[in-house]
């Protein structure tokens, strides 16, 4: 209580005086001294903004940590230094070379098959599979990529959907060399869009524009279709939308659980010990990402395929969603949040923002005419 009462006495001495900012004679003197702290007691609006800055948890669902710095003294900058010169002079150079022999090994098996097997339809599907498995297998790799799966490896059905929480585009990487999924995912430009329109088009994979309307029914309709199909590879969805930061878990996209169909959970949770694999496509390329990725020493990852779900009588998708982002949440070790991840895509209509300044501008002007 006395620090209470040390700070309140300390805001009263540095307090800025609204005095000095209003022109002289504006104010009358009998009225006694106004305090910009006079209206900010009986200001909702800077209530409500005081409240966003202390505990922002939507913006902290996507804010990349950086790493404690450790090499402040004498004896471990040294290290810290031999440790940049073996990761990029050495690792690095071998993880390309890895890389690169993959992709040779992929294009001079892919085309090949994809092109004289197009008579056998199984046995083509079937060999794309294990060669996406395998060029994914060698991106691992290509991290040094330490990845514990734990759980029956999932296997074709139908009728089934695999959701999972979704830190980067890796995520479907690591799931990938253990079992050729069929991917909702938003489509990219560059080579990955490439990638997405050629090779991965082969596994069934759905891919969608946020800024389009219509994609939504296209993609609801390309849904169904797909789970019904004995022989289409599993469906993987990502129903959080966009890329969090492995500490928190956004709001469930209800489309994934509407489908009438067993939903399959996946937890991924990543070791920040060695890398922060949090992809900030805001702040950094998919391209850039992976170069940190690969200039680091290891990629530590374990994912967890847990108990198959199937929705209960009277409950609706949204209680549907909430109840498989509580096992994964639980199983991760992740913290919910009750926000839209697809928020971080848009910004305040401008009729929201002059509500908010015209309440704030008649709160000051009441209180001027009270004084």
């Not at 498995?133 to 514990?148: D, H, P, Q, R, Y």
């Amino acid at each position: 209580m006395n620090k209470l009462n040390t700070s309140s006495s300390e805001l009263d001495l540095d307090g800025p005086n609204i005095e000095d900012y209003l022109p002289s004679g504006s104010i009358q003197e009998p009225h006694g001294e106004l305090r910009l702290r006079d209206l900010l007691d009986i200001s909702p609006t800077l209530a409500e903004a005081a409240g966003a800055i202390v505990d922002d948890s939507f913006t902290r669902c996507f804010k990349s940590n950086p790493p404690e710095p450790w090499n402040w003294n004498i004896y471990l900058f040294p290290l810290w230094c031999l440790g940049v010169v073996v990761r990029y002079m050495i690792l690095f150079p071998l993880r390309v070379m890895v890389l690169i022999l993959g992709w040779i090994v992929f294009l001079s098996c892919y085309f090949p098959v994809h092109f004289l097997l197009t008579g056998q339809e199984k046995l083509r599907k079937r060999l794309e599979r294990g060669l996406v498995e395998l060029i994914c297998s060698f991106f691992v790799a290509s991290w040094t990529g330490v990845v514990k799966y734990h759980g029956p490896r999932p296997s074709m059905r139908p009728k089934q959907v695999f959701v999972a929480n979704h830190t980067s585009m890796i995520d479907f990487i690591v799931l990938e060399q253990m079992t050729a999924f069929a991917v909702i995912m938003q489509k990219h430009p560059g080579w990955v869009g490439l990638l997405q329109s050629t090779i991965l088009e082969s596994l069934g994979c759905i891919w969608f524009n946020r800024s389009e309307a219509k994609d939504r029914e296209i993609v609801a309709r390309k849904l169904r279709e797909h789970v019904h199909g004995a022989d289409n590879n599993p469906l993987l969805i990502f129903p959080e939308g966009t890329c969090v930061n492995n500490h928190y878990t956004v709001m469930f996209k209800k489309g994934a659980f509407e489908l009438g169909c067993t939903v399959c959970p996946i937890a991924i949770k990543y070791n920040k010990i060695f890398v922060d694999a949090f992809w900030n496509s805001r702040k950094q390329s998919f391209t850039t990402h992976l170069l940190q990725l690969m200039t680091s020493w290891a990629v530590v990852c374990d994912v967890w395929y847990l108990e198959p779900q199937n929705l209960k009588p009277g409950e609706t998708a949204i209680e549907f969603a909430e109840r498989v982002r509580d096992i994964i949440s639980v199983r991760a070790g992740l913290k919910k949040v009750p926000w839209d991840g697809y928020l971080k895509y848009s910004r305040p209509s401008p009729k929201h923002r002059e509500r908010k300044q015209q309440s704030f501008a008649e709160s000051i002007l009441r209180r001027l005419e009270e004084k």
